[in-house]
C-alpha cells in the first residue's frame, strides 16, 4: 500500500518569467529561472486606532496599499543575465548580432529611460496556492564575484505591481539544464586614469573579490480613481540611482597605487571596468560575455584578510562624468537570448 506524499514540496517551487508591454496586462511565462526566489505579499491589514469602550480590538481591519516584493537568489548564467539589467535599467533594449547577441545597457542620468516590466509565476507543485506577479521589475540588484572564484552570485529585489492569487503557472516550462555561468575565475578588473582608455589596464594578481550594488530607488505610484483593484500600483518612477562596489585587493603594486590615490588630497576619478568572458564559444571567436563599466572615486577603505594575506578592501562610489561621454552604467551582455526571455 502506498501513501500519498504530503502536498507542498519546497524542491517543486519555480520563478517563471514573461516579457510584459502593458502595465496593466499580464502575460503566460516563456522562461523558468535558475534561480531561488522568496516573496512578500502584504495587504497592510490595519486595525483602526480608535477608542471602542473595550480593552480588546472590536472592529474589523481595512486594507491599504499592496505590497508585492520578492528576493531573487542564484549563480549568474550567461542567458539569463541580460533579464536582470533590463529589469533593473529598463530602456526596451533591442539585442544586435546573428548567433552572439549583444545587450547593451547605457540608462541616461538626465532623463528617465522607459521601464522593462515582467510578469512572474511563482508556487510549488499544489496548482491551487500558485501566484501570478505583474508589472515587475528590480529595485536593487547586488553581484558577488567571490574569492574562490566560482559563478557569480546575485540577489536581486524585486517590486510587483499586483498579484493574483491563486493562479495556476504556465505548464511545459523547464530550465535550463546547461546554463553557461559566468565566473569569478574567468573576471579581469581594470583601473584606468581616463574615460578614453577605460578597460585597458588589468590590476593582474590583485583582485581577490568584488561586490557590486546597484539601488534604482524607484518611486512607486498609485492614484485615486474611484476603484482601484487589489490596491495595485499605478506606476513607477525613476530615483536616485546609486551604485556602489567594494573590491577586495591583495598588497600588491597596483593595489597600493589605488590605496594612495583613495589617501590624496583631491579627489582623483577612476574609471573601471568588470569584465567577465568566459571559456565557452558562441560563434567563431565570440565568446559569452558580461562586461560593467562605470567612472567612480574611492571613498572608504578597510582592512581584511585573505588566507594568511592581509587585504584591503576599496569601495568605489559611481558618478555621471557628462564630459568622459560614458553612461552613468555601462553594461554589456553578449550571450545567445535572441529575444528576452526564449524557453530554456
Not at 517551487?13 to 510584459?20: C, E, V
Not at 547593451?104 to 501570478?132: K, L
Request: aromatic share 10%; hydrophobic share 40%.
Amino acid at each position: 500500500m502506498t501513501v500519498s506524499a504530503m502536498p507542498g514540496n519546497v524542491r517543486f517551487r519555480a520563478l517563471q518569467l514573461g516579457a510584459q508591454s502593458d502595465f496593466g496586462t499580464p502575460v503566460a511565462a516563456t522562461r523558468r529561472m535558475p534561480w531561488r526566489y522568496n516573496p512578500t505579499v502584504d495587504p497592510h491589514w490595519t486595525s483602526p486606532d480608535v477608542d471602542t469602550g473595550t480593552l480588546d480590538p472590536a472592529i474589523a481591519p481595512y486594507r491599504m496599499a499592496l505590497d508585492v516584493t520578492g528576493q531573487s537568489t542564484g549563480p549568474l548564467a550567461a542567458n539569463d543575465v541580460h533579464v536582470l539589467w533590463a529589469a533593473l535599467l529598463g530602456g526596451g533594449v533591442t539585442p544586435t548580432g546573428a548567433t552572439a547577441k549583444s545587450w547593451a545597457f547605457a540608462p541616461a542620468s538626465t532623463s528617465a529611460d522607459d521601464y522593462d516590466i515582467f510578469t512572474g509565476e511563482w508556487g510549488d507543485e499544489v496548482a491551487t496556492d500558485q501566484w501570478q506577479y505583474s508589472a515587475g521589475i528590480v529595485d536593487q540588484l547586488q553581484l558577488v564575484y567571490p574569492e574562490d572564484l566560482g559563478p557569480i552570485q546575485h540577489t536581486a529585489d524585486w517590486r510587483w505591481g499586483t498579484a493574483v492569487y491563486p493562479n495556476a503557472r504556465t505548464g511545459g516550462l523547464s530550465v535550463d539544464t546547461s546554463p553557461t555561468w559566468l565566473y569569478g575565475a574567468d573576471t579581469t578588473l581594470y583601473v584606468d586614469d581616463v574615460a578614453g582608455s577605460i578597460g585597458i589596464s588589468p590590476l593582474l594578481n590583485t583582485m581577490h573579490g568584488a561586490q557590486v550594488t546597484i539601488a534604482a530607488n524607484t518611486d512607486v505610484k498609485r492614484f485615486s480613481n474611484g476603484s482601484n483593484t487589489n490596491f495595485a500600483v499605478a506606476g513607477y518612477g525613476r530615483g536616485a540611482r546609486t551604485l556602489e562596489t567594494t573590491i577586495t585587493l591583495a598588497k600588491s603594486t597596483a593595489g597600493i597605487a589605488e590605496a594612495v590615490k583613495w589617501l590624496n588630497a583631491n579627489p582623483q576619478e577612476r574609471f573601471l571596468s568588470i569584465d567577465t568572458t568566459t571559456r565557452s564559444l558562441i560563434t567563431g571567436s565570440t565568446y559569452y560575455q558580461h562586461r560593467l563599466r562605470f567612472a567612480g572615486h574611492w571613498f572608504t577603505r578597510q582592512e581584511g584578510a585573505q588566507g594568511s594575506n592581509t587585504t584591503m578592501q576599496l569601495v568605489c562610489r559611481h558618478l555621471y562624468d557628462a564630459d568622459s561621454g560614458l553612461p552613468p552604467i555601462g553594461v554589456l551582455v553578449v550571450n545567445t537570448a535572441a529575444t528576452m526571455l526564449p524557453a530554456a
